[in-house]
Nanobody, 122 residues
Framework: QVQLVESGGGLVQPGGSLRLSCAASGTILVINAMGWYRQAPGKQRELVAAITRGGTTNYADSVEGRFTISSDNAKNTVYLQMNSLKPEDTAVYYC????????????????WGQGTQVTVSS
């Protein structure tokens, strides 16, 4: 019923930039918030950045000042601009959306994208 499709990952040198995109589609009534998480090998998945429908943002301390999250509510799309990338940013990045589907009695649920690999290496 709901799909999150990510794009924009890849290989970049330290100090470089990448922009991730995630578009949500399906029988969506409203998206409450969208965000990006990441998981490096051997580590737990962690929040990178999130943005509410009203535009309130939240960042992990490790990316504050380097990453910027934004959204286009009309397109159900969230973006993550990543600048000054470091090798420790290497991970699979997952898009998350907390939303309500068009179904009687439905409540907010979390949906996940398939993940996109970001590798920062020289």
């Amino acid at each position: 019923q709901v799909q999150l499709v990510e794009s924009g990952g890849g290989l970049v040198q330290p100090g470089g930039s990448l922009r991730l995109s995630c578009a949500a589609s399906g029988t969506i009534l409203v998206i409450n918030a969208m965000g990006w998480y990441r998981q490096a090998p051997g580590k737990q998945r962690e929040l990178v950045a999130a943005i509410t429908r009203g535009g309130t943002t939240n960042y992990a301390d490790s990316v504050e000042g380097r990453f910027t999250i934004s959204s286009d509510n009309a397109k159900n799309t969230v973006y993550l601009q990543m600048n000054s990338l470091k090798p420790e940013d290497t991970a699979v990045y997952y898009c998350n959306a907390n939303l309500i589907i068009r179904s009687v009695g439905a409540g907010p649920e979390d949906y996940w994208g398939q993940g996109t690999q970001v590798t920062v290496s020289s």
